[in-house]
T-cell receptor, first 113, second 110 residues
Framework: EPEVTQTPSHQVTQMGQEVILRCVPI?????FYWYRQILGQKVEFLVS????????KSEIFDDQFSVERPDGSNFTLKIRSTKLEDSAMYFC???????????FGSGTQLSVL | RKEVEQDPGPFNVPEGATVAFNCTYS??????FFWYRQDCRKEPKLLMS???SGNEDGRFTAQLNRASQYISLLIRDSKLSDSATYLC???????????FGTGTSLTVIP
């Protein structure tokens, strides 16, 4: 069964450093997402991406965040200058068409020290 | 007002029990609805989509009430392996954003 792949599974970084979280969505999917989940809290929407551009973003997705699809398979989330409060599990998700179900990767646990 | 609201629980039920979760959503134009299951520190996994006519998958039954803007999930004959957090997810009329509820925690006790 096709799946969304995320790397790394864990990332530890110092406050102020840049991190790049990587995702390979399912190959025939057209819509890509980043979500985050702070420990013990709800899954929060960050950004959606379609047709090589951001289609929606939340208020969490401020100027320190950016997304890119550098080639035909990867979808990345960059956090430019990490803060302690960026510590969370980051999930990538993809779906095939509108209103269809989301498939999630296994997540990257980001710890900012 | 939150877009999607769920009772966080926790629900602690004995094996074999029937348990029901409800979820309400704020946007009456919402188009699609799902229940996801999330195990501790794992990714959400789709349990089932929710259709207007209601749908069933084995021990799981989902219902949608558009007039009252709520969704329900019924689990019959609970198993230990059903212990997880159940997430209500709604695709709002914007089309591209899925809103998650806070999740309802279920523990099935032997």
């Amino acid at each position: 069964e096709p799946e969304v792949t995320q790397t790394p599974s864990h990332q530890v970084t110092q406050m102020g450093q840049e991190v790049i979280l990587r995702c390979v969505p399912i190959s025939n999917h057209l819509y890509f997402y980043w979500y985050r989940q702070i420990l013990g809290q709800k899954v929060e929407f960050l950004v959606s991406f379609y047709n090589n551009e951001i289609s929606e973003k939340s208020e969490i997705f401020d100027d320190q965040f950016s997304v890119e699809r550098p080639d035909g398979s990867n979808f990345t989330l960059k956090i430019r200058s990490t803060k302690l409060e960026d510590s969370a599990m980051y999930f990538c998700a993809s779906r095939e068409t509108e209103n269809e179900k989301l498939f999630f990767g296994s997540g990257t646990q980001l710890s900012v020290l | 007002r939150k877009e999607v609201e769920q009772d966080p629980g926790p629900f602690n039920v004995p094996e074999g029990a029937t348990v029901a979760f409800n979820c309400t959503y704020s946007n009456s134009a919402s188009q699609s609805f799902f229940w996801y299951r999330q195990d501790c520190r794992k990714e959400p996994k789709l349990l089932m989509s929710v259709y207007s006519s209601g749908n069933e998958d084995g021990r799981f039954t989902a219902q949608l009430n558009r007039a009252s803007q709520y969704i329900s999930l019924l689990i019959r004959d609970s198993k230990l392996s059903d212990s997880a957090t159940y997430l209500c997810v709604v695709n709002m009329n914007t089309g591209n954003q899925f809103y998650f509820g806070t999740g309802t925690s279920l523990t099935v006790i032997p």
